[in-house]
């Protein structure tokens, strides 16, 4: 590779910015024509030979957060250092809708403008945030808003990331959002701005001994390992240990547990074909960029409950002969990788994270990721590309993970709320696990609850509960008016009417009646919302998010959205039905033909509501 | 020959295609069992000479068992699989992705190939409406990621764009490419190992792209032409080529294709060199020599004025 | 990757020794001397298949590492690194450029080569062996065809095979004279001398391309009678007696070439030459014709046909199958033949067929324009990536990487010197001066100055270079000149930054 920059010089803070993500890495002293030969390594080490591109994401994170953008300069710097051409790195930087490649205010919020903050927000954060700040991109005073997909922070109606740059620098998420409270904050001092911290767990009160997953939410101090413990955190690994990775799989085949992350595969599988692996080494990653519009469950057990992720991470890692972990945690979501971050640092303090983990003949570490503002980064393959330090871009399967995943070695991959039912089934045995719920859908399920009911927040049942009951449990319906609809899964969920409240929440039940579980989102609507409102953020969410890979779904979702706006504009081309039709077909080969799961899903919610008639036009 | 090269025996791996048994060897890919049996397959960003990135999802069959279809280029074949190439499900899907891309790209000069699929599946490029204007030049390359110009919905969103126009070897009309990653591809791993190019952005604002969009003689760029000759949608063209489209002077019933060797160093690239009257218009290699199979260097695809004097 | 520039291949290089301009013999045999005293030499194959080892063990038996390190200046790790990896190889090649045979003793340098692969047996199999690289499309072609002093065309010897130039004697109904001729600078000398008067130059511009190249022009302008035949008018036509406007043979004519692996692929006619340039096959028939010989009007492919029909190494190689398999590595010997990936695989024949290998014992002799405190730097002349040779083909297309050329040294030198990119400096060497703007180029090490040779409009590179030539293989030592450089004071744009534009030289 011929590394060639523009020779445009990189700033002393953009230097130290990359020098702190980098200066671990052995690099040769002095200029390369000292010497009069070298080693690989001594010279400029290149990504193709084993070099330190996955730094890459990190790196940018370091000059963004210092600075405020990524320069010309700072990005050759960066390349140089890490032996990736210019224009790869320019690729993976523009990829991300965090890293800003122009210069840019220091202070950036991003506004959610998405489904349930729209509905609460009646469709317009715009104008308080203008009327503060200027128009929406704006970089000429010293603060910029933007909108942003979903923040997790749909239980609180309303929500923002607020990036601030340069020495210190702070990132903090705010719900719900009031401009006014906002500026207030932003007057103080940058290392004072708050994280405005909540969780809602209404069961916490109401019904406590229903809680498995979310126990500890809420009970435990989430930054204190011996407050984890005293309420049973590291009983799971113990055992773990105990009995040895292939009991381990084995109660995991008991209790059938299947991945919570959507596809609702069975994780001894997924765990048993690592384990077999002979390549080495093997890698577990627990996939934390949740990111699906209408969820918030994963951040909630982030903030609240971090050691459970270690622990259950941990025993992964163990059960799959794995050396190394990864926790991929969303940039979205500041509180939520600090307090893991903390989790990490304070396991390993106790030996239990490190080498001789409990004293036994197991080493495992982990290292924390974050992600910069992709939703595709949460599709298992385009999240290894990304701690690769690549372009969030899916993969084509086969290879599986489990053959060749994170840096293509056999790599196991489950999301959070899969990771802690671990813990659960190893404390209370493979076989009793497999008794909660129903046959097919063992155990219990998060719900994230938002939009128009009584009481908002997040909620744990078993499998099988059925759609009312559990709207029941948040108290209903919160405005007088009826229910309209119920979008079930997240946008790559589908709608449900208010006649299929009895529809049982299984993998078969959804199944059946042709909606998802999803991520879990259950987000309410009543008569009054504007469904035009949702369908067309839900195109326009899949449009925005798409990697822009294959055709069906880079091309396919800029047309849905057209199609979307021209239905309820009501200007359609040609007759409406033939519109419906071009959308319906557009939809199957969305659905057949596109790379991932993004593609594949991204005209469910929309063909489901018009099939329910939702879309005014 | 007097080499010993270890052929490693390749074992035969029996499929049925469309009702019929065939074998093929053990790591061949569906498209390459099918077109072995004269199976005519639509293809855009595959190209034998690189790595499958199977991305224009044009070659879909179906495949028993699996959910969805089944790019088949980059699919290796299985033991007794069962793979359909047919089926209306599959042709809908190709209309569909052709249809997507002639709403949103210019694919007006492509190859005779591809223009036979497209009749072949009977693409209507207006399918999604009117066409929408073209961007103004950078417009598109500075789109923050995640985000995009609302519009109406009344005109398809398009990629159309001005010419860029940096070098006097070869321009870049974006306005003509369909994202099939080949450029990007030869100008890394699979050729050149240059990387003066990559994807830039994100979704359908995604496009190729140097670092900050500098143009080509500030970037990496090395001038081998081999991005040139894998695309397959002319949006890199020479300027020659380029030129005489524009003074309508390009002819291709006046030219000819001649192979031959290149006249600088002892490697033995093969040129074709096509001619217009008694003029090198373009320099081409082909794929099917094992030399360099199709690739070549500065010199060899635009170091030939010499000759037009 | 061996290479006193760290170029942009040593940067890909897993392992890059930086030696010093013309110790390549040094290297060579103290790679050998670790690998004999590693215990890592093939001895089975050394045994069996090759002759005067010991005598060769000896003869490297001075080159320690250290003393390796001494001669090179590179780390003698990283030789025992070399050494090792080289020895331990399952397959391995020796690829070699001018860089290796652009010496006064480039002869040895290659026989230096060829003793480790027959220490290591990396030769006679697939994947393995001595590779020349050539530098110009049909430059192995020329040789092939005996446009060598000693040569019959296939490397059929003029002085010792009698069967051979019998053969050819029969062929052409004329004698053949059994004596080697001159090569180029044997030619050049014999000018001098006044031996040589009359000179016909088919496509070469020595004008422009000779080492000490104002010496070479005097000597061509006092022939009696220079001929030349080319494509352009080069600065050698400009002195010449008669011009031949010559066709391009690789787009203008038909015919064959031969490439750095021994494919003879065919060249073909796209084009009608311009004017009054005619095929080389008809230029040389019709100046036959006017000497009293008519040789008729032959194609490229009844000539070439006669051509198998006198060298073996070639006779299965009809335009036919040169068409169908996209060309034949020679040797290639009957139309059944499918050509041969590689060489002396006799070598591993039990027992060897033909002759054993010999080492050939070689002496370390450093270049011979020594540095001194007059001239402390060492120059070494090359190509550029998107430029070939004297220019005169890759000068006419306007590349976006072509600048004009400069005396480059490394960043340590710009310093000391006192130097900024773009200042005009003048060099000088034992035999001449030029000025050309200095650049910064962070590939070379301090003492070490880069120039090409693609300008000598411009800037006349090869004033500097001395016309000292190996005496076996006539080559000029090119690649090693002892100059010094001085200030002027002026200043030139050099348009792109130095950082972009190096790592392509």
Redesign the interface.
């Known amino acids: ?7 445009k010089p990189a700033s002393p803070e953009e230097i130290e910015a990359v020098e702190s993500v980098i200066s671990i890495l052995e690099r040769p002293t002095g ?10 390594g001594r ?2 080490p ?1 990504d ?2 084993g070099g330190h591109r996955d730094l890459l994401l990190p790196a940018l994170h370091a000059i963004q957060e210092r600075i405020g953008w990524i320069s ?1 300069g700072a ?2 710097y960066l ?1 140089l250092q890490l032996g990736v ?7 993976v930087a ?4 965090m ?4 210069e840019t205010p220091k202070t950036v919020i991003h506004v959610c403008d998405d489904i349930a903050c729209r509905a609460a927000e009646n469709g317009e954060p715009a104008a308080a945030m203008s009327g503060r700040w200027g128009a929406e ?1 704006d970089g000429s005073g010293e603060v910029m808003w ?4 979903c923040l997790g922070r749909c239980e609180d109606g309303s929500a923002a990331l607020v990036q601030r740059a340069g020495m210190p620098h702070r990132r903090i998420l705010v719900a719900p959002l009031a401009a006014d409270a906002l500026a207030v904050e932003l007057e103080k001092p940058v290392h004072d701005w708050a994280n405005t911290e909540s969780f809602r767990v209404p069961q916490r009160e109401s019904d406590p001994s229903s809680l498995r997953l979310l126990k500890r939410v809420g009970v435990a101090d989430p930054t204190s390992v011996d407050s984890y413990r005293s309420h049973g955190g590291y009983r799971a690994l113990r055992r773990a240990l105990e009995i040895g990775p292939d009991n381990v799989i084995r109660e995991i085949k008991d209790s059938k547990l299947m991945g919570r992350g959507g596809a609702a595969f069975p994780t001894a599988i997924k765990w048993e074909s690592v384990a077999r692996n002979t390549a080495r080494p093997h890698y577990f990653v627990c996939n934390a960029d949740e990111s699906e519009p209408g969820t918030f469950k994963d951040r909630v057990i982030m903030e609240q409950d971090p050691f459970a992720i270690v622990e259950g991470l941990t025993i992964a890692g163990y059960a799959t002969g794995c050396e190394k972990g990864y926790i991929y945690v969303r940039g979205e979501y500041p509180l939520a990788e600090e307090r893991l971050d903390h989790a990490i640092h304070e396991a390993r303090s106790k030996g239990l994270l490190g080498n001789r983990i409990f004293d036994r003949d197991f080493d495992f570490d982990i290292e924390l990721r974050r992600g910069a ?2 939703y595709i980064a949460g599709e298992e393959t385009a999240l290894f590309n990304s701690i690769e330090g690549k ?1 969030a ?1 899916p993969r ?1 399967k ?1 290879p599986f993970p489990a053959q060749a995943g994170l840096f293509q070695k056999p790599t196991g991959v489950n999301n959070v709320e899969t990771l802690i039912n671990v813990l659960e089934i190893l404390e209370i045995g493979g076989l009793a696990f497999s008794n909660i719920g129903t046959p097919d859908s063992t155990g219990t399920r998060l719900f994230c609850l938002s939009g128009s009911v009584s009481e908002p927040g997040l909620y744990e049942a078993p499998f099988g509960i059925r759609l009312g009951e559990l709207l029941d449990m948040a108290g209903g319906v919160s405005s007088p008016k009826s229910l309209k609809t119920v979008l079930l899964g997240g946008a790559a969920g589908s709608f449900v009417g208010p006649d299929q409240l009895d529809i049982a929440l299984s993998f078969e039940g959804v199944r059946t009646a042709g909606a998802t579980l999803g991520s879990g989102v259950v987000m309410v609507f009543d008569q009054d919302a504007d469904l035009d409102q949702a369908i067309l953020r839900i195109a ?1 969410f899949f ?10 779904c ?6 849905q ?6 239905l309820s ?1 009501n ?1 359609v ?1 040609g007759s409406r039905s033939d519109e419906i039709a ?1 959308l319906g ?2 939809a ?2 969305m ?5 991932c799961g993004l593609g ?1 899903t991204a005209a469910n919610a929309i063909e489901s509501a018009f099939k329910l008639g939702l879309v005014r036009g | 020959m007097s080499d010993s090269v270890a052929v490693s025996i390749q074992r035969s791996v029996s499929v049925t295609i469309d009702g019929i048994e065939v074998a093929a060897p053990e790591g061949s890919s569906i498209l390459q069992t099918c077109r072995s049996q004269g199976i005519d397959i639509p293809t855009l960003c595959y190209m034998e000479t690189l790595t499958p990135v199977n991305t224009c999802r044009l070659c879909m069959v179906e495949v028993q068992g699996s959910r969805t279809l089944v790019p088949s280029c980059s699919r290796k074949i299985e033991p007794g699989m069962v793979v359909i190439t047919n089926s209306d499900r599959v042709s809908e899907s190709r209309k569909m992705v052709l249809e997507l891309l002639a709403s949103s790209v210019d694919m007006s000069i492509v190859s005779d190939e591809l223009a036979g699929w497209m009749e072949l599946y009977q693409v209507d490029k207006e399918r999604f409406g009117p066409m929408a204007a073209p961007s103004s030049l950078g417009e598109r390359e500075t789109m923050r990621a995640g985000h995009h110009h609302k519009s109406d919905g009344s005109k398809a969103a398009t990629v159309f764009e001005p010419v860029k126009i940096d070098n006097d070897q070869y321009v870049r009309d974006y306005s003509r490419c369909v994202l099939c990653y080949r450029c990007v591809e030869a100008c890394g791993t699979d050729a050149q190992n240059t990387f003066a190019i990559a994807l830039g952005g994100r979704g359908f604002e995604a496009h190729i792209t140097t670092e900050f969009d500098v143009p080509l003689p500030e970037s990496a760029c090395v001038y081998c032409g081999n991005c040139v000759a894998v695309c397959p949608t002319s949006a890199l063209m020479f300027k020659i080529e380029h030129d005489m489209r524009q003074d309508q002077s390009w002819d291709e019933s006046r030219q000819t294709i001649t192979r031959t060797v290149c006249p600088y160093c002892g490697v033995g690239c093969n040129l074709e060199i096509h001619t217009q009257d008694n003029k090198i218009v373009k320099v081409t290699s082909p794929l099917d020599h094992d030399v360099t199979e199709g690739m070549l260097c500065v010199k060899g695809r635009f170091g030939f004025e010499f000759i037009n004097g | 990757m061996v290479d006193p520039r760290k170029t942009t291949s040593a940067q890909w290089a897993n392992v890059w020794l930086g030696l010093d301009v013309g110790t390549d013999i040094a290297l060579a045999n103290t790679i050998a001397r670790e690998i004999i005293h590693s215990g890592l030499a093939n001895t089975d194959f050394i045994t069996r298949a090759t002759s005067s080892f010991e005598e060769y063990a000896k003869s490297v038996e001075p080159f320690t590492l250290e003393e390796g390190e001494r001669l090179t200046s590179v780390p003698a790790g990283l030789i025992r690194e070399l050494a090792h990896s080289y020895a331990k190889a399952d397959r391995a090649q020796l690829c070699w450029t001018l860089g290796i045979t652009e010496h006064h003793n480039g002869t040895d340098n290659v026989f230096a080569l060829i003793n480790l692969a027959l220490l290591t047996g990396h030769v006679g199999k697939y994947g393995s062996g001595i590779v020349p690289l050539r530098g110009q499309n049909n430059v192995q072609g020329g040789g092939d065809m005996g446009a060598l002093p000693n040569k019959l065309p296939g490397f059929q010897d003029i002085e010792t095979d009698q069967r051979a130039r019998l053969r050819f004697e029969t062929r052409w109904g004329a004698s053949i004279p059994a004596k080697r001729g001159w090569h180029l600078s044997q030619m050049f000398e014999a000018m001098e001398r006044g031996e040589l008067r009359t000179l016909y130059v088919i496509g070469e511009n020595p004008a422009q391309s000779e080492a000490n190249v104002g010496h070479a022009i005097k000597l061509l302008e006092g022939l009696e009678h220079l001929v030349v035949q080319d494509i352009f008018l080069t600065k050698t036509a400009e002195l010449a007696t008669v011009v031949l406007p010559a066709s391009a043979n690789w787009v203008e004519a038909e015919g064959t070439v031969t490439s750095s692996e021994r494919r003879v692929q065919r060249v073909r006619r796209a084009l009608n030459p311009p004017g009054n340039a005619r095929d080389d096959i008809e230029i040389v028939c019709e100046i036959a014709r006017r000497l009293g010989h008519d040789w008729g009007n032959p194609t490229a492919e009844q000539v070439w046909d006669e051509l198998r029909s006198l060298s073996p190494i070639h006779a299965g190689m009809s335009y036919k199958r040169l068409e169908e398999l996209g060309g034949i590595q020679w040797p290639c010997t009957d139309e059944n033949d499918p050509g041969s990936l590689f060489l002396h695989g006799r070598l591993w024949a039990d027992p060897v067929v033909g002759p054993l290998a010999p080492f050939t014992p070689v002496d370390f002799l450093p270049a011979l324009d020594t540095l001194s405190e007059e001239f402390p730097i060492r120059l070494t002349t090359g190509r550029r990536l998107d430029s070939f040779n004297t220019g005169v083909q890759s000068g006419g297309f306007a590349s976006p990487l072509r600048r004009p050329e400069t005396l480059n040294l490394s960043p340590q030198d710009m310093a000391k010197y006192g130097l900024s990119d773009g200042e005009i400096i003048s060099i000088s060497s034992r035999r001449g001066s030029i000025e050309a703007p200095v650049l910064t180029d962070v590939t070379l090490h301090p003492g070490l100055a880069f120039m090409t040779f693609h300008f000598p409009d411009e800037v006349n590179t090869n004033i500097l270079t001395i016309d000292a030539w190996d005496p076996k293989s006539g080559t000029a030592e090119f690649k090693a000149t002892a100059v010094r450089v001085e200030k002027l004071g002026s200043q030139t744009e050099l348009g792109r930054s130095s950082s972009k534009v190096e790592a392509l030289s």
């Open positions: 590779m011929d590394l060639r920059t523009s020779g200029t390369e024509t000292d010497g009069k030969g070298s080693l690989d010279g400029i290149f193709n030979k010309h990005l050759d390349s051409a210019p224009a790869e790195t320019y690729g523009s990829f991300y809708s890293f800003s490649l122009e991109g933007v909108r942003s997909p503002g992709a372009r871009e084509n086969p326009q449009r925005e998010e798409s990697c822009g890979q294959c055709v069906p880079r091309v396919g979702t800029a047309r959205e057209e199609l979307v706006l021209r504009n200007t081309i071009l077909n557009l199957t080969v659905r057949e033909s596109s790379i594949q």
